[in-house]
């Protein structure tokens, strides 16, 4: 088991930032490949942003890129995403996600640990 808390959500203004935090108490954080995911009101969960587990490669989904980062300290078994420029459209419920291969990946369905979600809500 890998649990994971995320932290650092909240209401923001459009074109404000956020950050967020997943931190876990594990010390095999660091063998996990990472992701953000989100899901907003009546809509499925979807890809945000993958970070392998060296940090070494990020990928994020069209929508958010140039907007999103994704990091990770492993020294701290925390991930983040910084989001900036923010829009109505990223509200939404966010979760970050561990997956067992080291690797990018955009799909849910390769991941096997999550985080309970941090709700996210940009105002107009």
């Known amino acids: 088991q890998l649990p994971l808390v995320e932290s650092g959500g909240g209401l923001v203004q459009a074109g404000g930032s956020l950050r967020l935090s997943c931190a876990s108490s594990?010390?095999?954080?660091?063998?996990?490949?990472m992701g953000w995911f989100r899901q907003a009101p009546g809509k499925e969960r979807e890809f945000v942003a993958s970070i392998t587990w060296s940090g070494d490669r990020v990928s994020y989904a069209d929508s958010v890129k140039g907007r999103f980062i994704i990091s990770r300290d492993n020294t701290k078994n925390t991930v983040y995403l910084q989001m900036s420029s923010l829009q109505v459209e990223d509200t939404a419920v966010y979760y970050c996600a561990a997956r067992l291969d080291g690797g990018l990946g955009s799909s849910q369905w390769s991941y096997h640990y999550w985080g309970q979600g941090s709700q996210v809500t940009v105002s107009s």
């Open positions: 594990r010390g095999t954080f660091s063998s996990y490949a």
